[in-house]
Each structure stands twice: as structure tokens, then as C-alpha cells.
């Protein structure tokens, strides 16, 4: 028989009131300029205006649908937004203010992609976080996550030049760690999600929503077996309004988090509270 053994692992934190495993839920709610995610035909250049259609799906339909999810599950989501979107529909903002959940800042436009220059970056993050403000009533997002994870060292100067606390842009780690970035504290919240992100697993590899719930699931029942041998880790789910919204993916997301909810222990959190939780214990590597 395997003997329990205490997982190796470089840090080790500890989740509020002695958490086995963290657990947050990333939505995306996308505009775009020229093209989605979802193409029938690629050309370069020009307006693929099916493909627009497609992601004009997000706010018609799919987020509705995932705001009544989630208020059934009674789970906290991060909505990530792009700057577009929160221009084009602030009543969709104020329904996410309504019912408790976080608003991330996601660059202009999912097609217009950070990391080109200095003042370029300075400027998209500028008016992304205008224009959430203007719909949030002020409010503006303490979080980026950039279209695609795009950035750069120079990106993430702009990001604490403008008041941010973390970045979801990274992809290096299981668990957050505080960078300093021109002498001040910005948190890096890693992408942990690729194995349950519905862009990834289901859209572009035209697989069935089942690929995505074995990926989650079994993402969360090896963390919590850590967390429970002494090494509590962090997963997260990824949906997108214009993908995950739909009506054929929707079981498939229920049923991830009601695997979740079935176990003790989680600490089911936006990722401004974990990356508030990581500055206030200094996680460091």
C-alpha cells in the first residue's frame, strides 16, 4: 500500500480559517472590435461580422443565464470586462454589482492585445478602467487580467501606476506571490485555470463539455488530497459569456461546482479577496 506522505512543495500557505483548498470562478464578459474567439472563416484583417455575432451572444443571452447559476449555487464570481463591453452595456454591470460580485478590468477589446509599448498599454489601461468605472458608478476594478494574458514588465508598470493591486497575467506558479514593481506591491494571481477554462477545453479543440469537467474536477480532487496532506492549493474555473453561457455548457459547469460544494473545507473566494489575503501575508517566493 502507498504510504501518505506530506507534499514537497516550495511554499506553503494557509487559507482563511484553516481552508483545505481555494476555489474562485472567472467569467468573461468580452467585446470585440473586429473578430471573437469563434471564426468559420480566418481572414486577416477587415470585420468578420459572424464572428462578432458570436460574441454579441455574451451579453444577449449567456450572462443571464450564468448570473442565475451562480445565484443558484449561491457561488462569488469575478467578472472579468472588457472596457468595450462595460461601454455598450452597463446595465449588464449593474447586474453583476447587484447581485455581489467582482469586477476585473480585461482590457478595451479581447482582439486588442497589451504588450505593444509603454504609452500604447498606458492608454488601453486608462480607458478599460474608465469605462468600468462609468458603469460601476465610480467603482473601479482593483484587478487586470489582459486579453489573452498578454503584458509585459512595462505593462505591469502601468498597472500599479494606475492604482491596481494584482494581475492575472502569469502562468508560472499554483499559487500567488507579490512581486514589487517600482518600489510597490503588486500581487500575481497565476492562471490556474487551463485545465477547466471553456476557451481552452471545450471551444477551441471542439471537444464535448465533459473535457472540461474531468479537467476541473480532477484538478480539485488533487488539490484537496494535498490540502488535506498539509499543502492547501488554489483552483479555479474560467467560462466565458459568450461561450459558457450556453445552453450546452451550462450542465457541465453545474456539475463542476456542485462537485465542489460537496466537500468541506473550501473557501470559495473572488480573486480581489485572495489577492487582498496574499498581500496581508506577505506570499512571497
Known sequence: MPRPIRPRRPRTVHWPDGATIAVSVSVAFESFERHSQ?????????VDH????????????????????????????????????????PGV???IRADGHELVAHGWANDIVMAQDLETDRELVR??????????????????????????PDTQRVLVEEGLRWTGDDASDDLPFVVDVDGRPLVVLPKTNIAANDLVQW??????????????TDTFDTLYAEGVAGAPG????????????????????????????????????RKGEIAEWALDQGFRR
Open 203 to 216: 471551444m477551441m479543440p471542439a471537444n464535448g463539455p465533459d473535457v472540461f469537467l474531468a479537467g476541473f
Open 38 to 46: 469563434y471564426r468559420q472563416e480566418y481572414r486577416d484583417g477587415g
Open 50 to 89: 459572424f464572428s462578432l455575432s458570436f460574441g454579441d451572444y455574451g451579453a444577449r443571452a449567456g450572462v443571464w443565464r450564468l448570473l442565475d447559476l451562480f445565484a443558484e449555487q449561491d457561488v462569488p464570481v469575478g467578472f472579468s470586462v472588457s472596457g468595450l463591453a462595460a461601454r455598450a452595456h
Open 127 to 152: 480607458r478599460t478602467l474608465d469605462a468600468i468605472g462609468d458603469a460601476a458608478g465610480g467603482q473601479r476594478p482593483s484587478g487586470w487580467s489582459g486579453p489573452g494574458n498578454q503584458g509585459s
Open 93 to 95: 454591470i449593474e447586474a
Open 234 to 269: 488554489w483552483a479555479e474555473i474560467v467560462v466565458h459569456c459568450h461561450m459558457g453561457g450556453r445552453p450546452a455548457f451550462v450542465p457541465a459547469l453545474r456539475a463542476a461546482l456542485a462537485h465542489a460544494r460537496r466537500h468541506p473545507g473550501v473557501w470559495w473566494a
